[in-house]
Structure formats: C-alpha cells, structure tokens
C-alpha cells in the first residue's frame, strides 16, 4: 500500500503562485512514477503533469504546459507541482496519484493505482 497527502492548496489570486506537495510513505516512492490531476465542480478528474521516476522524464496537460512545473525529491518521498500564472480556470481539487513505474507517460486516471485525499485550489479575478 502506499499512503498520499497532499498539501499546499488554498486561495490565491490571478497570475498568483502556489506549489502542492504531494508526501508518500509506505513502498519505495523513486519506485513509482507520479501525476497529478484535477476536478472541477461538475467536470470530470483531468490529467494535468505526469513525471517518471526519473526526475527529467516529465509530461503536461496542454493546459497548464508553460504555466506548471512538477518535480520530485525522491529522497523527501515527495512530488511537487508548482502552479504559476494562475487562471480562474485552474480552480479545482488537484489530487496526486501513484502507480508502479513503467516504460509510458500516464495521463490516464485509470492508469495509476494510488489516491491521495486532494487539495482545494481556488483562483480568484
């Protein structure tokens, strides 16, 4: 089993900053390659950023590509996701997700087998 939680989310303005930390325990986190997604109320979960367990081999959400870095300290068993230039359109709940490294970019939910409990992200005009 591997535990998520989330961190960092909050209410910011636009073209403000804000990074979420993701902390996982229980398996050998450089082990699993991590995402992050978002939901909007009544939309569905979308990918955002994806990164491999090597920390160079990463993959964005059109979206967010030029706007959102994500990274990862494997000896801190965290992933980050730093959020600049904020839009009104990036409110959400960004959740972390984890599944067992493997040779492709997830951008699917189903594709990661670990959930954490998501952070509110709230961008105000």
């Known amino acids: 089993q591997v535990q998520l939680v989330e961190s960092g989310g909050g209410l910011v303005q636009a073209g403000d900053s804000l990074r979420l930390s993701c902390t996982a325990s229980g398996r050998t986190f450089s082990n699993y390659d991590m995402g992050w997604f978002r939901q909007a109320p009544g939309k569905e979960r979308e990918f955002v950023a994806t990164i491999r367990r090597s920390v160079d081999r990463t993959y964005y959400a059109d979206s967010v590509k030029g706007r959102f870095t994500i990274s990862r300290d494997n000896a801190k068993n965290t992933v980050y996701l730093q959020m600049n230039s904020l839009k009104p359109e990036d409110t959400a709940v960004y959740y972390c997700?984890?599944?067992?490294?493997?040779?492709?970019?997830?951008?699917?939910?189903?594709?990661?087998?670990?959930w954490g409990q998501g952070t509110q992200v709230t961008v105000s005009t």
């Open positions: 997700a984890s599944a067992p490294t493997g040779s492709f970019y997830r951008i699917l939910s189903a594709a990661y087998v670990y």
